[in-house]
C-alpha cells in the first residue's frame, strides 16, 4: 500500500535448476537442462546465458509465458513457461535423461513432472539427486524412495518433516526421518554450519562443517552446493560422501563471498586444484 524508493537495482539469471546447472558446468561437468523458456527477450537472453557458461541449448522450447523474480531477501516466484513441461516433453528428452551419470531435480516444474524425470532417471540406472526446493509440505512419498540423494535445507527440512532445525542434531533428526520414509541418503545443509550426512548404510548423523569465510551475500549458496555435489558424484564416484560434501562446502563457501547468485559460482580455473 506504499510507494518507495529504492537503491540500487539489477536482474540476474536464475531458476533452481539452471544455477545447479551453471555451477556443474562452470567446474567442468558436462551438463544438459531440460526446460521450457518464455518466447521473448528475458528467454532469450536466457539462453544465451547458457551458452556463454557452455550449457548446450538444443530442443529448447519456447512458450508465450513469463517468469519474474524480486529480490531483497524475498524471491517471489512467478513459475511461468517450466509449469508446461510435462510427459512428452520429457519422452522427447529421455535419450539424455538416460545417458546422464547423475540427474537433478527440483520443485520450480509442476511436482508430477519432477517425479515422473526421477523415475525414469531411477529405472535407467542413473544416480539420482533431488532437492526438494520450493518444499511442499504434502511431498508424494515417492519422492523419497526415487532419489538417491535427498538434499534440503533448514526451511524445506522443518516444512516437510515438521520438525524445526537450528543446528546439527536437529538436522540429524530430519535426516533419520526422512530414512523412515524411504531415503537412502540424506544432506541437510545448515549455511555456514555447513551440512549433515545421514544414510542407510551410516544411521549415525555426521556433521560435515565448512571453513570460516567472510560472508558477503548468501543468496545462492544452496544452489553452488547442489550443483558442486552433482559434479563430484558424476566425475569422482570413488570419493565417499563426506569428501564430496568437505569438497561441495568448499565451493559454496566461495559464492557466499561475492553477490547475486550466478555470478557467484566459481570457475574451476579459479579454485584452487587439489579440489580436482
Ligand atoms: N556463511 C557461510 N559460510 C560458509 N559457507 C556457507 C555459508 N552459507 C552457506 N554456506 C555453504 O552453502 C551451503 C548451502 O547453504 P544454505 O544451507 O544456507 O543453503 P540455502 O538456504 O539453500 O541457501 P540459499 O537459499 O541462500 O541459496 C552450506 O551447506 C555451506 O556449504
Ligand atoms: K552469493
Known amino acids: 500500500g506504499e510507494t518507495i524508493h529504492g537503491h540500487k537495482f539489477f536482474t540476474g539469471f536464475g531458476g533452481k535448476g539452471a544455477n545447479q546447472c551453471v555451477q556443474a558446468a562452470r567446474l567442468g561437468a558436462r551438463t544438459s537442462i531440460i526446460c521450457k523458456v518464455g518466447s521473448d527477450s528475458f528467454g532469450n537472453d536466457y539462453i544465451e546465458n547458457f551458452k556463454r557458461n557452455g550449457i548446450p541449448t538444443v530442443n529448447i522450447s519456447f512458450e508465450y509465458t513469463e517468469s519474474f523474480f524480486l529480490g531483497q531477501n524475498v524471491i517471489v516466484i512467478v513459475a511461468g ?65 526415487h532419489s538417491d540423494i535427498f538434499c534440503c535445507n533448514e526451511t524445506e527440512a522443518e516444512i516437510i518433516t515438521g520438525i524445526p532445525v537450528g543446528n546439527p542434531e536437529d538436522a540429524g533428526k530430519v535426516g533419520l526421518t526422512l530414512l523412515e520414509r524411504g531415503c537412502k541418503l540424506v544432506i541437510v545443509t545448515l549455511g555456514a554450519e555447513g551440512c549433515v550426512l545421514v544414510s542407510v548404510d551410516e544411521r549415525i548423523p555426521k556433521h560435515v562443517p565448512t571453513g570460516k569465510v567472510a560472508a558477503v551475500d548468501t543468496t545462492g549458496a544452496g544452489d553452488s552446493f547442489v550443483g558442486a555435489l552433482a559434479f563430484y558424484l558424476a566425475y569422482y564416484p570413488h570419493l565417499s560422501m563426506e569428501e564430496v560434501i568437505k569438497k561441495s562446502n568448499f565451493i559454496a563457501s566461495v559464492s557466499v563471498q561475492a553477490s547475486g547468485t550466478q555470478t557467484s559460482f566459481p570457475k574451476r580455473k579459479d579454485l584452487p586444484q587439489d579440489l580436482f
Not at 515422473?116 to 508424494?140: C, R, S
Open 81 to 145: 513457461a517450466n509449469l508446461l513441461l510435462d510427459s512428452e516433453d520429457l519422452k522427447k528428452a529421455n535419450h539424455i535423461i538416460c545417458k546422464a551419470k547423475v540427474m537433478v531435480c527440483q520443485l520450480e516444474i509442476t511436482p508430477a513432472t519432477s517425479l515422473e524425470a526421477l523415475k525414469m532417471a531411477h529405472a535407467n540406472g542413473v544416480k539420482t539427486l533431488f532437492n526438494p526446493a520450493p518444499a511442499l509440505a504434502d511431498l508424494d512419498p515417492q519422492f523419497y524412495t
